[in-house]
């Protein structure tokens, strides 16, 4: 029974290890679209008076 034990235990130690990569991973790929989208967001025009936007759709 330890043995079995003690290959469970290196099996979910290596899954670990490799699941701990894997979120690595996803957590740079996150990174760089977050670093793309604020790039993009700094491309956009700045917002027009939100008080003149706001007054314009009320009298509609």
Known sequence: MTESL???NAQLRQS????SEEN???LQRLAEAQQRV???LAQL????DETAT???EAIE
């Open 24 to 26: 690595a991973a996803y």
């Open 45 to 48: 025009p700045a917002p027009e």
């Open 54 to 56: 706001d007054e314009a």
């Open 16 to 19: 670990n290890k490799l699941l």
């Open 6 to 8: 003690r290959r469970e």
């Open 38 to 40: 604020e790039a993009l």
